[in-house]
């Protein structure tokens, strides 16, 4: 069965050093969202991607986080710089379409800022 | 906006006990409606789903049915196994887009 694939799964660094995740999404699907969980709550979107194109990302703070899906398959979300209300579980999931479909989810990085 | 609403936890249930994990939603519009659990360490994991009033989803013994009367999606399982302990989290999503609103999540400890 497809998987989607996360890398690492567990980061530790110290607060305002830069940071970075990767996502591969399940082959096909051409929506891909990156979710942010914080211990004790469930997920909130931070950015949806429709090909390479940012559909939404109202949520995501721009001016420390960044997100790209330069050819339209896997993606890369960056902090810089992190601080320590930046550790959660950072979740990436993606869907054969933007509407209607069910979100299928990676196993997740652990990020732990010192 | 929209939003989620479970129980809280820890559940804490014997083996083989009943389980139901309350989840009522407020939203405008005819959302699909969903159950996900998280294993420890892992991410999340689609449970069963239901996209319009009346549905009934269901998956590993467990059952979901989409009341739009009560706006309600109570989680059901008849038997439970220690193997089910887990984070189980409600969600919705308007089919005019495709995110996903959660709840807080319910934990379930289930002792042998």
């Known amino acids: 069965e497809a998987e989607v694939a996360q890398s690492p799964r567990y980061k530790i660094t110290e607060k305002s050093q830069a940071v970075a995740f990767w996502c591969d999404p399940i082959s096909g699907h051409a929506t891909l969202y990156w979710y942010r969980q914080i211990l004790g709550q469930g997920p909130e979107l931070l950015v949806q991607?429709?090909?390479?194109?940012?559909?939404?990302d109202s949520q995501l703070p721009k001016d420390r986080f960044s997100a790209e899906r330069l050819k339209g398959v896997d993606s890369t979300l960056k902090i810089q710089p992190a601080e320590l209300g930046d550790s959660a579980m950072y979740l990436c999931?993606?869907?054969?379409?933007?509407?209607?479909?069910?979100?299928?989810f990676g196993p997740g990085t652990r990020l732990l800022v010192l | 906006g929209d939003s989620v609403t479970q129980m809280e936890g820890p559940v804490t249930l014997s083996e083989e006990a009943f389980l139901t994990i309350n989840c009522t939603y407020t939203?405008?519009?005819?959302?699909?409606l969903f159950w996900y659990v998280q294993y420890p360490g892992e991410g999340l994991q689609l449970l069963l789903k239901a996209t319009k009033a009346d549905d009934k989803g269901s998956n590993k013994g467990f059952e979901a049915t989409y009341r739009k009367e009560t706006t309600s999606f109570h989680l059901e399982k008849g038997s439970v196994q220690v193997s089910d302990s887990a984070v189980y989290f409600c969600?919705?999503?308007?089919?005019?887009?495709?995110?996903?609103?959660f709840g807080g999540g319910t934990r379930l400890m289930v002792k042998p």
């Open positions: 939203a405008t519009g005819y959302p699909s």
């Open positions: 969600a919705l999503n308007q089919n005019a887009g495709n995110m996903l609103t």
């Open positions: 991607f429709q090909d390479e194109s940012v559909v939404d």
């Open positions: 999931a993606s869907s054969l379409r933007p509407i209607r479909e069910t979100q299928y």
